[in-house]
């Protein structure tokens, strides 16, 4: 489906390691906080070729909402823990 | 291009496909898959071959939502497919929701994202070229597939070079300029000798890659551009005249992704379009290079990353100028991480041939990449710059 929304951005952006999954801080109460999201938008934007905003506009939902391959964008966010069996 | 980290240890690898998609022929699949793998045996000694049953390197299947690896697909459209990198398996997998296709514009073209998967299953990560196959976006069907040299860069940055092929064996141009991937002098002797200023001292102040692709020593007030495995005719030529505003002794320079070239003396650096100083320089290296310090020894922009390494004394930063801020906190480092190279460099430069050259004094030594150490070579490193860079005696 494609990503119109900031919920489906924000499973995007985890999904493809632009956004590390411990993101959402329990302590106060899940939150994302601004400058964390803000980093994800644009390092994803930069990745892309996009102008780096920052922000969710169209010209990144329509890409985020293209056919892509599953593997993760950015490796970085702790080893690929998927084995093989 | 990216590399993930890990890659096979043997060249010739083994592959099944214990799984076949429900909306096409098995002998279309398999000649689809056996095209995609060829895409990257073209280009290196790795070859492929398929096997019917038994254990094998790479594992292909057609599955459809959770399939066992806890990365479940998504039916049609979204993720098409992934693939495990070597040190996780190496295995691929499509999305059989997808309606997979061959040789046509409707649905998804199996060859086009299965040559893709397999660079996964090499070692590559994604790439930000754009037109690069590694780029994580499906483009939609292309008639005419052509590897972009960002892709060659990379599969040859694992495996090397086919060692069957003639010249440099690179032509596939989609997008990226042609690299000059010629042998460095290591492997061929100078032709020209000769004996001016460079020979008598061949210590360097620094040297890059211009946008064009030539290459270009600094020493003093002069400049000398340099060939295969020497310094060209009618050289040295004064700075002043090559890169007018440009003073001599430069400290460092390299040319950025963006084709401007950026020379470092003292605290100030100068920007310049080719030949042109780009706007008004010199500014403070402060300025315009957030946590990079003065009076360098040398600079380079990586390939592997595209981001630009600065040494100076024991120690070197790494400057993502795409960052906030550009340079971690967890730098500087020290030079030792890259083993085998002295402090104090003079000049580094990562060659077109995909190799890094660090300078100091007389000698020179030819980094590799995969080992990430000096390269243990015949006659070893360091070697001396003037017979093997600049055509000396």
Known sequence: APVSTTTQAEIYLSQFGYLPASARNPANGGLLDASTWIKAVQDFQSFAGLNVTGELDDETMQLMSKPRCGVRDKVGYGTDSRSKR | YALQGSRWRVKALTYKISKYPKRLKRSDVDTEVAKAFSVWSEFTDLTFTAKASGPVHIEIKFVESEHGDGDAFDGVGGTLAHAFFPVFGGDAHFDDAELWTVNSPRGTNLFQ?????????????????????????????????KLDTDDVLAIQALYGKKSTQSGNGLNPTSGGASPRTTTRPAFAPPRAPRDDMICKDPKIDALFNSAEGQTYALKGNKYYRLTENSVAEGYPKLISEGWPGLPGDIDAAFTYKNGKTYFFKGTKYWRYNGRQMDGDYPKEISEGFTGIPDHLDAAMVWGGNGKIYFYKGSKFWRFDPLKRPPVKSSYPKPISNWEGLPNSIDAALQYTNGYTYFFKGDKYYRFNDRTFAVDAADPPFPRPSGHWWFGCK
Do not use: C, T
Not at chain 2, 114 to 143: N, T
């Open chain 2, 113 to 145: 994202v299965a040559a893709h998967e397999f660079g996964h299953s090499l070692g590559l990560s994604h790439s930000d070229v754009r037109s690069a196959l590694m780029a994580p976006f499906y483009r939609g069907y292309e008639p005419v597939f």
